[in-house]
């Protein structure tokens, strides 16, 4: 991939990302994710992961967004009022996420490996929907059977919590 | 070229974002989207670490991709159940303000 | 000469190219995409102006009268005229709504349903986007109409709108999963996620008449069902168009479009319409190849574009003939019976291939969807079934 789309698509990417917790309205911050989302996907894409790519878009811009919309839709919450800002605690969390920032970003810079671009596959078609599959089934298979059961789990105890009153 | 550091980088920067978000905001909702933000900075730098490092037979390390793919199913289930109680919060409380939730506070 | 007739147009592209031999390969890549795509659009928007016409005009005929008959000959002129009627038309956009939300939701509506076009393979060798994971990314991409979808009915920020809008998605994301889990039992059939790949695994013909379509095993027969149903509700068609039901929203998400922001709306469902039933086509009816063994020589897109009207005037049968129904019975008809059948399918399929994929497969097979449908609506017969409705409001 060249160098300018992944910078085009990692400033998408990012500004979109910023403008999640930007946003006062949250209707606006969830659309700003999904087009977030959406640049993530490209650039998985650009490290040959187009099964992951895919599986990106379909789960988090087709699904969990779609849910995360419904829900704001149906608490039918506008644009939050300007309340009093506690300062301190506001220029605290600023604080702290810069020099989280900054310590990743010196770590990064250290790191000799960082500095190496990507080795050249073995062959520019890599089936891997059917790699990750064979792996997924085969190594992994009993940590997706208890994913599974996971989703089980979940779904039962989403129909519990959103019932209105309980037995 | 880019390099290993770029993507990095960029993983580093979006969850430096999930991070302040996390910490900034007060409606949960947001909340909850800035930590989908930290997941997926975190799904990005094992996808690079998967084509970085390549198997013996020059294909990327698979191993790191389904980790990605558990992640984002674990998320999903994760998304369902966290907003079924932010439900639940808004029919008892009528609000998602974090400050207003407050009963437990000593 | 068959030959050469079922390849003329992947021929003709590839004299096109070879007249760019000169240039470097990324001129030729770009040239080579630009011809699929606009071979794509002018193909499909044809088919969307006859079909837009030939709808009216059936409708007319299934209900005694002629339908549009004045402009051009049996009145064929007639979307030209509507074309020209609706770009014409003021573009009217409501003082409160979210601007930039309410310009980017046509877009976005139609570019999915376009881009969901391109992985469909309308011939032999004639797929536009031929990648691996087709489906997937058919599912992926179609997906994300629902949030065009949300975007026209929040950004217009209209009761009506909004109304629409919750309704399309609430039953969109119902009816996905049976649209999804109803093509596991082909994709793992075929052993493959690439949608030429699946149309190869349904080659061949017993005695040659029966060819080895999947909708000939019982299986596929009822996925295939099951698909088509839910893609009449993806494409918010009657019996399910209650997002649009013009007697109690207006028009749904689209109240607020005027001019050719509707018809872009308006689009975008004949396109998905499209895509939605060439993907019936791919999974189930053979892609294609030809029904009858004997009549292989008959180019392989006619085929294709034969069986895809085939479902277009089911749709518009079934929209001639059946009322609306209720958003609570399209719901329990999504979670009661629709999502349980398409699991039943993928059994059912896993049945007939530990079987031989042969006869005694077949009746097995038939035997599974037979119990598990007659258990269904068994235990569907509910005893409410006449008792007085029961309203209860928002609170």
Known sequence: MPSFLFWLFAGVMLIFGALVIINRNPIASALSLVVCFLGLAALFMSLDAFFIGIIQVLVYAGAVMVLFLFIIMLLDLRAEERRTMNWVAFTGGFVVAVSLLVQILAVISRTQMAKQTFPPLASPQTDDVRNVGLLLFGHYNLPFQVIGVLILVATVGVIVLSKRQLR | MTTLGDYLTVSGILFAVGFSGVLLRRNVIIIFMALELMLNAANLSLVAFSRFRLGEDGLPSYNAQVLVFFIITVAAAEVAVGLAIIVALYRARRTTHVEDINSLKF | MSQSLDQIFVSAKQWILSLLSGTPDWVTTIVSILINISALLGVFLTIFALISVLERKILGRMQNRYGPNRVGPFGLFQPVADGIKMLIKEDVVPARADKVVHFLAPILVAATAILTLGVIPYGRNMTPFAIDGGILFFFAVGSTTELAVFMAGWGSNNKFSMLGAMRAIAQMVSYELPLIVTTLPVVMVAGALSPDAIIAAQDGYSFG???????????????????????????????????????????????????????????????????????????????????????????????FFLKLSALLFVYIWIRGTLPRTRVDQIMNFAWKFMLPMAFTCIIAAAVWHYQGRGLAGWLWSLAVITIVYLTLSLLLETKKKFAPRTYRFVE
Do not use: C
């Open chain 3, 209 to 303: 008449i029966v060819p080895h379509w999947f909708v000939t095993t019982p299986w596929g027969a009822a996925a295939f069902i099951l698909f088509f149903v839910s893609g009449l509700v993806e494409s918010n068609r009657t019996p399910f168009d209650v997002p649009e039901g013009e007697s109690e929203i207006v028009a749904g998400h689209m109240t607020e479009y005027s001019g050719f922001k509707y018809a872009t709306f308006f689009l975008a469902e004949y396109f998905g319409m499209f895509a939605i039933s060439g993907l019936a086509v791919t999974l189930f009816l053979g892609g294609w190849h030809a029904p009858i063994a004997v009549l292989q020589f008959i180019p392989s897109y006619i085929w």
